[in-house]
């Protein structure tokens, strides 16, 4: 991409399986984007974009937020996969 400095971004999520409706979820931690699927790719492939999606919006100087917790049900979750 000519004349565009890329930046890393750095996200961690989770995913899950809904309990409402059975898909799969992909949950960012930092910034609340979420991406689902009827499978754990999928979902994470729906995150992705999302988040992309979210970058790109806020590099062309759009007023967004790009960091936003995600809720403290969705932040337990990954504190439950962390070994002691």
């Known amino acids: 991409m000519a004349g565009r400095s890329k930046r890393r ?8 399986e809904s ?9 960012g931690l930092r910034t609340d984007q979420i ?10 492939a729906d995150f ?10 806020a590099s062309q100087g759009k007023n967004i937020s790009v960091l936003r917790r ?4 969705v932040r337990a979750r990954s504190l439950l996969c962390r070994k002691p």
Not at 9 to 16: A, D, N, P
Request: contains cysteine; charged residues 20%.
């Open 9 to 16: 971004f750095r996200e961690t999520c989770v995913i899950y």
């Open 19 to 27: 309990s409402e409706d059975g898909c799969w979820v992909a949950h």
């Open 35 to 44: 991406g689902t699927g009827n499978c754990i790719v999928d979902a994470l």
């Open 48 to 57: 992705m974009k999302a988040l992309d999606q979210v970058l790109k919006i």
């Open 70 to 73: 995600a809720p403290t049900e």
